[in-house]
Each structure stands twice: as C-alpha cells, then as structure tokens.
C-alpha cells in the first residue's frame, strides 16, 4: 500500500499556504510540482560535478557526460526502449517539431495526408501547418464522439493509402480522454504510415512501454512528471530514427564537418545539436526514479480513484458541466468544467482565494474548445500528491464562487 500522505511530504512547495489556507494544487497537467529526491539531484550536480558533457577529458566532464547518460538510460528503462532511441530535447514541443521537421519535411509530397486529431493540443496541430506549408501534404483531423471518445469508425475510415503520418495524443489535456493508440497505430501500419504519439499527458500518468503501444515515435515533457522545466524527449524506433534528417544542426552532432559539408553522428546524437540541457535531463532521470519506485501502475489507479472521486462530487455541484468522459474507463485525471453563470477565469480566480489552484483557458486546444461550443474552461487535474481533500476542497471552493455569484438553485 502506498501511503499517498507521505509522499505528499516530499513536496516542499505543498507546504506553502495560500491565503491562509493548505494548497490544494490541481494543475499538474500544465506542470507537476517536484519533489526534494529531484531538487537535490539538481543542486547536487551543480554543487560537485557540474561540467560541459561529451567535450572534456577532465574528472567533472566525464562525471557530468556520466550522470547525463545514466539518465537516458533510466528513460529507456522506463519505457522499456534502447537508450541509444532516447532523444532528449527541450520540451514535448520540441521533440514533436524535431519529429516534424526531421522527418515530415524529408518525406512528405504534395497529396500525403497528415492524420491527428481535433482533441490535439496546439503542439501537435501548428508544427504540420507549417510542415502542410512546406511540402504541400494536406492534414486531416480525426473527430470525437458526443461522449467525448475519439470516433474510431470515423479514424479507421480515415486511414487510407494516402497517409503517410498519424499523429495522436495519447490523454488529451482538455478532456482527459485516452484514445487507444495501439489500435490506431496497427490500422496505420497496414497503409505503411508513420505513427507519432504525443505522451505528454499519458507518460507521466501512466505506465508506458513503448515495444507494447505500437508506435514509432513517443514525444513528452519532464516537467509534467516530476521532472525540470527544460527537457523533453523524442523517442524513435531505431530504424526510423537512422533515417531520419536532423532538425537543427551545430556542435557535437555531427561526425565530420568539412567546409563543403558535413556527416551526422550516430543516433541519438546527431539529434542533439549543441549543448545539451544535461542537468535537466538529470533531473528528470531522478523524477524516473522516484515515479518508478511508486510504480506507474499505482500512478495510474491512485488517478483513476481521484477522478472517479471528483467526477462524482462535481455532478453534485448545480450548474457544473464536465467537458470529458463522464466515468474512468480509459480516461485521465484531467477534468474540464464549466460553471453556468460564471466565467472560468472567475472561477479559477475565486478558487485560489480558496488556496485551490487549477487552470482556465483555452489551454492550447482551440479548435477542440471550439468544437465545444466554448472559448474557455477551467481544469483540475490530479497527480501522486493529490489526495481525496484536495477534491473537497475544490467543491466547497466552487460552493463558494456559487455563492459570490449569487447563485442558489440548479441554473
Ligand atoms: N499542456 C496544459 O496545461 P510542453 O509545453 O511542450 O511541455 O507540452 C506541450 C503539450 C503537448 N501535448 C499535450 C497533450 C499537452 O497537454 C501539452 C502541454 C499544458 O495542458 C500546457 S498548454
């Protein structure tokens, strides 16, 4: 058994009051909070070996190079990958543009098809707008039900000869939905297209293991999951990742630069151009351990019961819509609503002088708001050092902007 409190206590900032009153932080899917085992392997770094990687032959050097590797192969291990396929970049957004530039600018024709999603975040829309711009392939974007499901007649129907890349999410940040990739992956496989999966909501909420999702590309961020700001990853299959150009060129990812040209070196480095954010990869290889020794499947479950939780007390709550699937059944603890009467942004401005902190905006999913009928939501969403008060305390928070708002019945 997991004793959730404690872990809770490996939070510092959780310690802080606002307004007087016990954080409850329900917005990790913008950006989780760090527990001490990640700050201080950062500090620890800059305190006792702090170096450039890969260029001295000095002691700090090689222990800097030496602790930047043992990192990526901390994430191979995570996603059950060969750590010569881990990319580290600087965000999710990063590793997507790499994937789309390195290898969608290289490949796509004029009459290719792009296949991604109207629930995607902007991340996974914007970079194949421009990549649309550049290689004159069109996009085509795959529905979702009245329940908040993505329509998979409408994806299989979809799929055809002419797509060449299927770029999904794997938990939409919006409505927490998470579609089954492993089956979209396989469907585009048999028209021999490319298949990214944007991770970054699923990597830090559940286990993944990339030889059993069925895709060729995983893309993520470290911040959501315990891990810095600053560092990302792209992981690639191996034989796609040798094939594939690199995005940006510069020191350290090449092998020979002449003045007439240059060769790459050898994967993942000819992905990484320059110097790397190695304290941050760091710091992320220690948010691997302290997840790992949780284990992803109790990540999962302790999720899935916080969000079972909510969902049932904000039914409770008059007025409140929840944008998402109405049960836990393959969905996140990523929880859209909004509240007749009141705009998000009161509502979250309201909910923090009730020391509850959650998200409202578009959150960088316009055209999916839009599809709702919306330009706004506000969002809680749960993470490892969550605990069931939390959600008490973010309904009794909405009772409260009820009341501001003078609102009584079940408008
Ligand atoms: N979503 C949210 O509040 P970056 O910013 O590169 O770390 O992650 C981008 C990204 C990509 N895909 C999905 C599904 C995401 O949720 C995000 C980040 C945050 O929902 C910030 S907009």
């Known amino acids: 058994m997991i004793d959730w409190g404690r872990i809770r206590q490996d939070f510092p900032i959780l310690d802080r009051k606002i307004n007087g009153r016990r954080l409850a932080f329900l917005d990790s899917a913008a950006s989780s909070q760090k527990p001490i085992q990640v700050i201080d392997a950062m500090t620890d770094i800059y305190r006792s070996c702090y170096a450039n990687v890969h260029r001295g032959a000095y002691t700090l050097s090689q222990e800097s190079t030496e602790a930047y590797e043992e990192s990526r192969r901390k994430v191979a291990r995570f996603l059950n990958a060969a750590e010569e396929e881990i990319i580290f970049t600087r965000s999710a957004t990063a590793s997507m543009n790499l994937f789309a530039y390195g290898w969608g600018l290289n490949n796509l024709k004029p009459g290719d098809r792009v296949l991604t999603s109207v629930m995607e975040h902007h991340a996974n829309i914007v970079p194949w707008h421009i990549i649309a711009g550049h ?83 995983l893309a993520f961020s470290g911040h959501k999951m315990l891990g810095p700001t600053g560092i990302g990853v792209l992981w690639g299959r191996r034989e796609l990742l040798e094939e594939m150009e690199p995005a940006e060129g510069g020191g350290e990812m090449i092998r020979e630069v002449r003045l007439d040209g240059s060769e790459w070196a050898e994967v993942p480095h000819k992905f990484e151009a320059g110097t790397p954010p190695f304290v941050e990869a760091i710091g992320l290889g220690a948010a691997v351990d302290y997840l790992s020794a949780i284990g992803m499947e109790n990540v999962l479950e302790h999720d899935r019961l916080l969000t079972g939780y909510a969902l049932e007390r904000l039914a409770e ?53 839009r599809g709702l009928g919306l330009t706004a939501s506000a969002r809680a969403s749960f993470y490892v050092y969550n605990l069931t008060e939390d959600v008490d305390a973010l309904i009794d928070a909405l009772g409260e902007a009820r009341r501001i708002f003078g609102l009584t019945g079940g408008e």
């Open 317 to 369: 709550v008059p007025g409140l819509t929840v944008q998402g699937p109405a049960d836990t059944i393959d969905r996140g603890g990523a929880i859209s609503f909004s509240l007749t009467g009141i705009h998000a942004h009161d509502v979250a401005t309201i909910l923090d002088q009730e020391g509850v902190a959650v998200r409202a905006g578009h959150h960088c999913a316009k055209p999916l708001l």
């Open 135 to 217: 290689t004159g392939a069109e996009l085509g974007f795959i529905d979702i039900t009245d329940d908040f499901r993505l329509d998979m007649d409408d994806a299989l129907g979809l799929i055809d000869e002419r797509v060449r890349v299927v770029a999904i999410s794997g938990m939409s940040n919006v409505l927490g939905t998470m579609p089954p990739v492993t089956r979209i992956a396989r469907a585009a496989h048999e028209v021999g297209a490319v298949v990214l999966v944007d991770g970054a909501q699923l990597v830090p909420h559940a286990p993944v293991d990339v030889q059993r999702l069925g895709a060729d590309f």
